[in-house]
Nanobody
Framework: QVQLVESGGGLVQAGGSLRLSCAAS????????MGWFRQAPGKEREFVAA????????YYADSVKGRFTISRDNAKNTAYLQMNSLKPEDTAVYYC?????????????????WGQGTQVTVSS
C-alpha cells in the first residue's frame, strides 16, 4: 500500500520561506512522477508543481513560477517543495501525490495516491 506523508507546513510571514517534504513508501518511488497541489478554503484543489521520475523535468503553475522549486531524492524516497517569497494567497493545504506513470502531468486525475496534506499559512 502506498503511503505519502507531508511535513514542513506552518505559519510564516509574507516574504518568508518554507520547505515541504513528502516521504513515500510502498511503491518504487523512482518509477513515478510526483506532484504538489494545494487547496484553499472554498476553492478547488489546484496544481502547483510536478517533477518527472528522474527529476530531469519539472513544471510549475504560473502563480508560483520563479518562487517555488520542486525536487526529489530517489535514494531517500522523498520529494520536496521549496517555497520562497511567500504571499498570503499561497495560504492553503498542500498535498503531494504520485503520478500513474513516469512523466509529469498538471492534471489531477493523472495522480492516484495522495498524502494527507500539510497546512501552509502566510500572514500579511
Amino acid at each position: 500500500q502506498v503511503q505519502l506523508v507531508e511535513s514542513g507546513g506552518g505559519l510564516v510571514q509574507a516574504g518568508g520561506s518554507l520547505r515541504l517534504s513528502c516521504a513515500a513508501s510502498g511503491r518504487t518511488f523512482s518509477s513515478y512522477a510526483m506532484g504538489w497541489f494545494r487547496q484553499a478554503p472554498g476553492k478547488e484543489r489546484e496544481f502547483v508543481a510536478a517533477i518527472s521520475w528522474s527529476g530531469g523535468s519539472s513544471y510549475y503553475a504560473d502563480s508560483v513560477k520563479g518562487r517555488f522549486t520542486i525536487s526529489r531524492d530517489n535514494a531517500k524516497n522523498t520529494a520536496y517543495l521549496q517555497m520562497n517569497s511567500l504571499k498570503p494567497e499561497d495560504t492553503a493545504v498542500y498535498y503531494c501525490a504520485t503520478s500513474k506513470d513516469r512523466w509529469l502531468s498538471i492534471r489531477i486525475y493523472e495522480y492516484d495516491h495522495w498524502g494527507q496534506g500539510t497546512q501552509v499559512t502566510v500572514s500579511s
